[in-house]
């Protein structure tokens, strides 16, 4: 990378500023994830090295301006990870994970100088991440729900409150409602140990797989689907939803069919 944004170099890398490539930091987890879900580890292992090179990338920018280097980066995280491992590096002790984890929480507020531990958020985060995130951190400190009843007691509660607001009229508390439904329904995700951002993105690749067979299904009839029937659309889902009907086999409708083949020979 400094061969390449030197003297006699590539044009391109020397035109780069950290803002310019800013998006490929996105781009390259999301393709990172991809290939990790996939399953394909020589995709993955290919992807890790082009999130890696975004990072080297902007290092050598940085180190261009003398600012700071690729090994200052690497230290950095280093003496982190030091830091907020006192139970390996250090002295204290932590019986078990729950326990590292709130450990963790207050050596990073303290190492911040926050008063809060949700004060500093990343603010270009997904909301649903951010809301996974805010939610682990607050139960890392013991503010969360006893079992998933009550996590569940609370989706429901939002589901009143949201039919409510609609019911009221009032569109500002109806967005407020929905948007305390969709935090509640993350919150559920989370306590059963899973990832919303990662549950809604498999159910929109099967609706979208789903519908794609409507659609197959409405071009086979020779028609389009902007002028068919949300009738016809509807039994169209149901029907790739379910799959094909498995017609039963009885015992006397074999009976039958042995007695044709016996008279056609």
Known sequence: MARLRGPGGCPWDREQTHQSIRHNLIEECYETIEALDSGKMDDFRDELGDLLLQVVFHAQMAQDAG??????????????????????????????????????EAIKKEEKQSSSIVAELPKHLPALLKADKVQRKVARVGFDWKNVDGVLAKVEEEVRE?????????????????????????????????????????????????????EQEIHRRGKRVEDSTLAELDAIWESTKHGPKKRRKTAGAKQRRRKARTRRL
């Open 67 to 104: 600012t700071f280097k690729f090994d200052d980066v690497a230290k950095s995280i280093s003496d982190k990870l030091v830091r907020r491992h006192p139970h390996v590096f250090g002295g204290k002790t932590a019986k078990d994970s729950v326990e590292v984890l709130k450990q963790w």
């Open 162 to 214: 949201v039919k409510h607001a609609l019911a009221s009229g009032s569109r500002e508390q109806f967005e407020e409602e929905l948007g305390d439904l969709l935090f509640a329904a993350v919150n559920l995700a989370r306590f059963e140990g899973l990832q919303a951002e990662e549950l809604l993105n498999r159910t929109i690749r099967k609706f979208v797989g789903r519908f794609q067979k409507v």
